[in-house]
């Protein structure tokens, strides 16, 4: 099993609720040792994927290959190979950590011992207390250390980072890169770019059910071309829009927050172009920044709008 | 894994001081509230008069009537307390007793009364109509327990008119023959209740408990989170049923102490109906819980679902009271209503209350209840994706 290059390969997964595609032609494949992250606002389909392969909800289509094995839905011997951290986290709320541990442990053949898993996962001083009274990010790890209680060739994540603030969330990225180093192979699902960025080895980008773009973070953000980006907020004005095109700048104007993104390899003239055709219609400009291009920038400049758009 | 697991799952419960409260407290205070107020109701106590006797005579006749009143108001079974007065004339102080309640009713031999009754009796041998000779009686007109002695009183004295006849004439008497089917003990609430609230408690816990539980492990993502581990669903749910049959042991534990402590039940909590009936209920109430998780969309419909199911079933399952005689337009939930028989036949079987239904039905409806729930939850919770 371990010898197989790719531990997942999914195949034109199909979802359909009605009218709603939640799925709709996915194909990838995740490799052995990698952190592998679907990207996307919310509602993209991510979570559905994820649930698909993780054997929650059937298919309506499609091809799921898993530790070698063509599967319909995965069985008890494959769970006994993951992991999985679902996106929220609750569990028996008077059951304490260590407890919580202990039951989940026993379901699995093989697996850590619950102090180990303790001790990786930062909780032993919180051991006696109950779910119930930890804390957002004390629970976030809590479920990873569920998800490792049985030593998994394969983690689950889904959004383990979100809701918590940026110490906790660093926290996980640390668990999680941890993680990594001892060979476990991660499927990661989140909307954080700077996440996707920063632990990612692969990355698919998915909208409306579909994968958008895949690659590793740094090959998509080549992609969208331009070494710096500009930032302004500005009002929507039809001509100056066009004016921005007739001096060349590529650029995306996102109507909703009234952000300009201006990708450019010549920062200084790209700047003076657009600060002259503003005086000239009159238009004032806000809140520039300029900075290297991101994930988010490459998910606006294939889609017109930011992952954590409302 | 089944044990381990379901004392995981034990412990949590027994750890919500809500679940506490509501599922073995509040039972019990039930219970002790319910006996507070309707055991001295329900509870038939040995009919005990006070009355006086005035004895103006002391002929044969008039011994007769005084040993009767006197026999009557001796030993456990008395019916009366005597106060005996000789050669006195019903006066004023005597009356007044009557009216202060301090007598239920004065009953007078007046003078005279043997020479009458000789002189009736000679009489009639010859074949002469007589006036019966009169025994004078003084009650309370509104007093309700002195119109009840009146009762009492005029029943012996027809009684021994009746002897009188029986000697003086050729009467054949004839005989009914009864015979007493039960305990002879008199009617108990505390016995009637017992086995209703160890009952309700179960149901308590089986519905409320299970339904409201079960809804926000689903609600919660808490079954999906199970579902990705290697345990089988048989095993998650017989672990939950197990824990929750610890929890109904402790339930019957602490109902049987107040019972049988505080209260000097007489119902044997070890008994095997007790037992059986008892488990018959377990079974039969988790299912009803089992099956508000599958239907429920989320714990607040649970609730809901939860809380309509309940005054039927609770109140109209002869639990706190006998429904035999409830109008029609109620009597259908009586007879669909599964405790109505589970407490029934627990009444039955143990000899407190004749069961109204053939003992076969106050097991074979909660089974085929048991049944259809049982089925029906299967059927939802494999058919459900847990997202």
Redesign the interface.
């Known amino acids: 099993m371990n010898s197989h290059k790719f531990l997942v390969e999914v195949e034109d997964l199909r979802k359909y609720y009605g009218n709603v595609k939640a799925v709709d032609g996915v194909s990838f494949k995740i490799k052995q040792g990698s952190i592998f992250t679907l990207l996307g606002p919310n509602g993209a389909g991510k979570t559905t994927t994820l649930?698909i392969i993780?054997?929650?909800?059937?298919p309506d289509s499609g091809k799921i290959t898993i530790f070698g094995r063509q599967v319909d839905r995965i069985g008890?011997e494959e769970?006994?190979l993951?992991g999985?951290s679902?996106q929220?986290t609750?569990?028996?709320?008077?059951?304490t950590v260590r407890?919580t541990l202990?039951?989940?442990r026993?379901?699995?053949?093989r697996g850590l011992k619950v102090d180990d898993v303790l001790d990786f996962v930062n909780l032993k001083e919180k051991e006696k207390s109950?779910v119930e009274k930890l804390s957002g990010g004390q629970r976030q790890r809590l479920a990873i250390g569920?998800a490792i209680i049985n030593d998994p060739l394969l983690l689950f994540l889904d959004e383990p980072t979100t809701g918590l603030d940026p110490q906790a969330r660093r926290s996980v990225w640390d668990l999680l890169l941890d993680l990594k180093k001892k060979g476990k192979t991660i499927v990661l699902t989140t909307h954080y770019m700077e996440e996707a960025e920063f632990l990612a080895d692969w990355v698919c980008i998915m909208d409306h059910g579909k994968i958008i773009a895949e690659g590793t973070p740094e090959d998509l953000i080549r992609s969208i071309g331009g070494e710096s980006v500009i930032e302004v907020d500005i009002e929507e004005n039809h001509s100056f829009l066009e004016d921005l095109n007739n001096m060349g700048l590529n650029y995306v104007f996102n109507s909703k927050n009234k952000r300009l993104v201006i990708k450019t390899n010549n920062v200084l003239e790209a700047i003076e172009n657009l600060l002259k055709i503003a005086k000239g219609k009159g238009i004032k400009v806000r809140n520039e920044t300029i900075r290297q291009p991101n994930l988010e920038d490459v998910f606006l400049t294939l889609t017109g709008r930011q992952l954590r758009e409302e | 894994m089944i044990i381990k697991n379901s004392t995981y799952f034990f412990k949590s419960a027994i750890r919500e001081k809500a679940y506490i409260f509501w599922c073995i407290a509040f039972p019990a205070i039930l219970m002790m509230i319910l006996i507070t107020i309707f055991s001295s109701l329900y509870e038939v106590k040995r009919v005990n008069f006070d009355i006086y006797l005035v004895k103006n005579e002391s002929g044969d006749f008039s011994n007769i009537i005084y040993n009767v009143f006197e026999d009557l108001s001796k030993g456990e079974e008395k019916i009366f307390n005597l106060k005996i007065f000789k050669d006195i004339s019903i006066g004023e102080k005597l009356l007044e007793d009557l009216k202060k309640g301090k007598t239920k009713l004065i009953v007078e031999i007046p003078e005279g009364f043997d020479s009458l009754v000789l002189s009736n009796i000679t009489m009639r041998m010859f074949g002469a109509d007589v006036n019966p000779v009169p025994i004078k009686v003084y009650t309370l007109r509104h007093s309700l327990s002195s119109q009840a002695a009146s009762m009492v009183v005029r029943s012996i004295i027809d009684r021994m008119n009746l002897e009188f006849v029986k000697r003086m004439t050729n009467v054949n008497e004839y005989k009914v023959k009864s015979k007493i089917l039960g305990s002879k003990k008199g009617f108990s609430y505390v016995d009637f209740i017992f086995p209703g609230i160890v009952i309700i408690a179960i149901f308590f816990t089986g519905m409320f408990g299970i339904g409201q539980e079960l809804s926000w492990y689903r609600e919660g993502k808490i079954l999906k989170r199970f579902q990705l581990t290697p345990i089988s669903p048989l095993n998650f749910f017989l672990s939950y049923f197990l824990s929750r049959f610890y929890f109904f042991i402790l339930q019957i534990l602490v109902l049987s102490f107040v019972g049988k402590v505080i209260y000097k039940s007489s119902v044997n909590p070890f008994s095997f109906y007790f037992i059986f009936y008892v488990f018959l209920t377990m079974f039969t109430i988790s299912t009803f819980g089992f099956f508000i998780s599958a239907v429920a969309k989320n714990t607040n419909s649970a609730n809901v679902i939860g809380q309509i199911l309940n005054f039927p079933l609770q109140f109209l399952g002869g639990i706190y009271f006998p429904v035999n005689d409830v109008p029609w337009f109620v009597k259908w939930i009586v007879i669909i209503n599964p405790i109505t028989y589970l407490a029934a036949g627990i009444r039955d079987t143990l000899g407190i209350m004749p069961s109204p239904y053939p003992i076969y039905l106050t097991i074979l409806i909660p089974l085929v209840y048991f049944l259809i729930f049982l089925l029906i939850s299967i059927k939802k919770y494999r058919n459900m994706e847990l997202t």
């Open positions: 649930e993780e054997g929650l909800r059937t008890r769970k006994e993951i999985v679902l929220e609750n569990l028996i709320s008077h059951l407890e202990s039951m989940f026993s379901f699995y053949k109950y569920l």
